[in-house]
Nanobody, 119 residues
Framework: QGQLVESGGGLVQIGGSLRLSCTAS????????MGWYRQAPGKLRELVAL???????NYTDSVKGRATISRDSAKNTVVLQMNSLKPEDTGTYYC?????????????WGQGTQVTVSS
């Protein structure tokens, strides 16, 4: 079984920056891609950014130029650096990983971390 642990959420000022991290366990787990979705109350969950095991990235248009997603050398941790934050970036951010759980490949989700952007 895979498990995702998120960190870095919180309150940040408009125009500020935030760094979200997500670590998949166990350390030796096989991962195809990792990334982040977000969801505001009453809104659909939307993609923020993904990175696959080849380093290819995918960003939603609303964060392009403001967000950078990366993975560590072990490829079990994904980091989302977001700058120039806007109120519309507010929401619950969920880490996602497509990984091998010992039985099959499947999507795993973190519990979510709250990001609030305000003045």
């Amino acid at each position: 079984q895979g498990q995702l642990v998120e960190s870095g959420g919180g309150l940040v000022q408009i125009g500020g920056s935030l760094r979200l991290s997500c670590t998949a366990s166990p350390d030796s787990i096989r991962i195809n891609y990792m990334g982040w979705y977000r969801q505001a109350p009453g809104k659909l969950r939307e993609l923020v950014a993904l990175i696959n095991n080849g380093g290819r990235t995918n960003y939603t248009d609303s964060v392009k130029g403001r967000a950078t997603i990366s993975r560590d050398s072990a490829k079990n941790t994904v980091v989302l650096q977001m700058n120039s934050l806007k109120p519309e970036d507010t929401g619950t951010y969920y880490c996602i990983a497509f990984l091998w759980n010992g039985l099959r490949w499947g999507e795993y989700w973190g519990q979510g971390t709250q990001v609030t952007v305000s003045s």
